[in-house]
């Protein structure tokens, strides 16, 4: 008896509307617990364990976020064939893949192993988004989308600090072994527990066929305005998570004040994403998108103000990262009110890839600026993003753009 009253009860929360969404945020936690510290540590490896040196160790970083790029242009056609769950899965075991490379010593081995890493870095993105976005739970995505995002930095807070004690003590194989379980772990709580949303095409497309719609979705003003909403912001983000901490420990000489920013940006940015979610269910997301651009506007300039002083950097740096954190948990809403539900997955493959070149562009476009005077950079990045506002006012300007055709 007892065991058919746990089957019975085991039935009832599988069938429940909220448990495919309870699995996806634990599946991402764990995720956030093996990729926040490898992204971390990997240079580390590199440089410590086969002695690259940086401009090596910089290309390999990059390689593997131009391969996600690729792979992510290609989710929406994978995402037709398998379906958001599968593309998940796949994802997951891509990762696993290059995991391994904290077992080997060849360069280029491990090069090719961490290529793979971006490729499935991408689809778990891709497949994730899809499978949030395709939920059914009316009224309470702003908020789903905010703990989504906020679990993956809430798994990179428990693993970062226990994976350095790891490697402290084990060195970096164990370290890597120690990935593969959590990927493992997060790839068998997908397959076996996961629902399944049958959202897989029942014929899907030709790669021909997929690229021709690719294409005249990025022809549709509605998602050219998307991408620009997706693009803006985080070149601004790129500026401040290259040039923020350096700027803070040339003034201060102190890691504790660069710790203490760090810190801080993870709580404040945290909080900034979840009230950001529940505004969204309660009043629309338009509004609180409108707020945290402004915020970003708000961010430069003070930036620009008080490039020489470390309160100032501190001050409105925090507040720069909160509104970018904050508008990538609305971006789950921008696309739910603007895209029909089979493109999700092909919208949310180009969101990755223009993030994957605005995080690059304002990297290297703040590192260029910078030199001229300090408080450049975040002055061209803040005006950049007055842009923003109007894309926003011509996305949300539509009725049709807050109830996306089925």
């Not at 092909?346 to 703040?366: D, E, K, N, Q, R």
């Amino acid at each position: 008896m007892v065991t058919g009253e746990l089957q019975r009860k085991w039935i009832i929360w599988r069938s429940a509307p909220w448990w495919p969404a309870i699995l996806l945020v634990v599946v991402q936690t764990i995720n956030g617990m093996w990729y926040m510290p490898q992204i971390s540590f990997f240079p580390v490896y590199l440089h410590e364990q086969l002695g690259l040196p940086p401009a090596v160790i910089g290309g390999v970083v990059a390689g593997a976020q131009v391969s996600g790029m690729a792979m992510a242009l290609l989710g929406g056609w994978v995402t037709g064939f398998l379906g958001s769950k599968w593309v998940l899965v796949c994802g997951l075991a891509l990762s696993g893949l290059a995991s391994l490379a904290f077992q080997i010593h060849t360069p280029w081995l491990v090069a090719l192993l961490w290529f793979f890493g971006g490729a499935g870095l991408a689809l778990i993105t891709v497949g994730g988004a899809s499978y949030l976005t395709r939920l059914s739970l009316r009224g309470a995505l702003g908020m789903l989308a905010a703990i989504y995002a906020l679990s993956m930095t809430v798994g990179g807070a428990i693993g970062t600090p226990i994976s350095g004690v790891l490697i402290e003590r084990r060195g970096f194989s164990a370290f890597g072994w120690v990935e593969t379980a959590l990927i493992a772990l997060a790839a068998l709580l997908a397959v076996f527990f996961m629902v399944y949303l049958r959202d897989r095409t029942p014929e899907p497309a030709s790669l021909r066929v997929f690229w021709s719609g690719a294409l005249s979705m990025v022809r549709r003003a509605k998602v050219r305005q998307l991408l620009g909403l997706r693009c803006l912001p985080t070149i601004f983000y790129g500026m401040l998570t290259v040039l923020i901490p350096l700027l803070i420990f040339d003034l201060s000489g102190s890691k504790v004040v660069v710790a203490a920013y760090a810190t801080a940006n993870l709580i404040l940015a945290s909080a900034a994403q979840l009230l950001a979610g529940r505004s969204a269910d309660r009043w629309g997301a338009r509004g609180p998108t409108l707020v945290a651009y402004a915020c970003i506007i708000l961010a430069g300039l003070g930036l620009t103000a008080t490039v020489e002083t470390v309160w100032g950097l501190f001050i409105f740096g925090v507040i720069g990262v909160a509104a970018a954190w904050s508008l990538s948990a609305l971006m789950y809403v921008w696309v739910a009110d603007g895209v029909s539900k089979p493109e999700h997955a092909s919208s949310f493959g180009l969101l990755h890839a223009v993030w994957s070149l605005s995080m690059i562009t304002g990297s290297l476009l703040g590192g260029l600026l910078v030199r001229t005077f300090p408080g450049l950079p975040f002055l061209v990045a803040g005006l950049l993003n007055i842009g923003s506002l109007f894309l926003v006012l011509a996305y949300y300007g539509r009725p049709a753009a807050r109830n996306a055709s089925p």
